[in-house]
């Protein structure tokens, strides 16, 4: 039980992962030892302290209004006004789903809080999710979808039997497809917890489960800011269009990270070797092209199962591509940009390489 805080060894947190797995015990176990990995190459020892970027808390469609009725916290996401293709424009996909995890995290400490107070284990919430303005277009632009599946898959992962009940609301009937493309990612305990509405059916099912008083009125229950807001925007973000003088590719490069320029031929590719001397030490990577796609991956070099990330193609001249993974041994890794499918045009790329070694220092 090393791997593990004590607190995530409760016999409650425990049951969670024993439901979700239909209490077959192997697969649990490996379920939350995959789980564990994840949490520490992501540092969420400390995601309550990371501070996102501006753009993510002015912008993202999300708010925690409260207690349910079960002493759950109750989460409104009003996604249709969300602009997905504007956060992904302004922040890295890795930023937007540390941002999504963080508020999970702070879900989950609430809940410890009441727990305590009312002497029981309370540990899932109560989300509702309202479509209205949804955008089929936008929904189905491959970075938003890439996103919201990935999301899902954390989710899925990492927080089992968090969800208590979730409400879809002012559904279109355009959405039925779009549930479709996402629905073979979720499990079917999860699918089972998913209620979908139109523009009626939902308002009392949301008074049984929330307190009128912690519903906002605009969702059908009582409660408005002090300046008469019926969203209670003070607690609930509504989203909205970001502006573009967020976006990143209208933004200065940092000057303290060691951009380099190269042009990946057509038909070609280019291998960056970068030698990790530190087990567990992270390897992150910033990257753009001008103008068209390009393909990336990342391998070990004298590995058994060398590919840590396999190759994929990344519309990097749409939005900057950022990410890292853990390095679990010392070694030759190849970051690789790909442009053998291309037998048309060479790629003009700008990347930042960078090793951080477990103890803090950092490499370029």
């Not at 519309?315 to 390095?327: A, Y």
Request: glycine share 6%.
């Amino acid at each position: 039980s090393g791997c593990a805080s004590e607190e995530s060894l409760q016999d409650h947190f425990l049951l969670q992962w024993l439901t979700a797995r239909c209490f077959n015990v192997d697969k649990a176990e490996a379920m939350f030892r995959k789980s564990q990995q994840w949490r520490a190459e992501l540092d969420m020892d400390h995601i309550l302290e990371w501070k996102a970027p501006e753009v993510l808390v002015k912008y993202s469609p999300l708010g925690y209004i409260g207690l349910d009725q079960y002493g759950g916290s109750a989460v409104i996401v009003p996604h249709g006004r969300g602009d997905t293709r504007g956060l992904l424009s302004s922040a890295s996909k890795m930023d937007n789903i540390r941002y999504t995890v963080q508020s999970l995290e702070r879900s989950k400490v609430l809940m410890a809080e009441e727990s305590k107070r009312r002497g029981v284990a309370i540990c899932q919430q109560t989300c509702v999710f309202d479509l209205e303005g949804f955008s089929f277009r936008e929904f189905t632009w491959k970075p938003a979808l890439e996103f919201v599946i990935d999301v899902m898959q954390v989710y899925e992962a990492n927080y089992p039997e968090l969800l208590r009940v979730a409400y879809v609301i002012n559904a279109p009937k355009i959405f039925t497809m779009a549930y479709a493309m996402i629905k073979p990612f979720l499990h079917e305990v999860t699918i089972n917890k998913i209620q979908i509405y139109g523009r009626s059916g939902w308002q009392q099912l949301l008074l049984q489960d929330i307190d009128a008083a912690v519903l906002p009125k605009h969702w059908g229950g009582d409660r408005v800011d002090d300046d008469g807001n019926e969203f209670c925007e003070s607690v609930v973000c509504m989203g909205g269009e970001v502006p573009q003088s967020y976006y990143r590719k209208n933004r200065t490069k940092d000057p303290n990270k060691d951009y380099k320029t190269v042009t990946v031929g057509k038909g070609s590719s280019e291998t960056i070797k970068i030698k990790v001397v530190e087990p567990k030490s992270i390897l992150r990577w910033e990257f753009e092209t001008d103008d068209y796609d390009i393909g990336f991956s990342v391998e070990l070099e004298g590995s058994e199962q060398p590919t840590l990330l396999p190759l994929r193609r990344v519309n990097s001249h749409q939005d900057p591509e950022e990410g890292q993974v853990e390095c679990s041994s010392p070694g030759i890794y190849d970051v690789t940009f790909d442009n053998s499918f291309s037998y048309m045009r060479s790629k003009k790329l700008h990347y930042c390489i960078q090793v951080s070694e477990p103890h803090g220092d950092l490499e370029q």
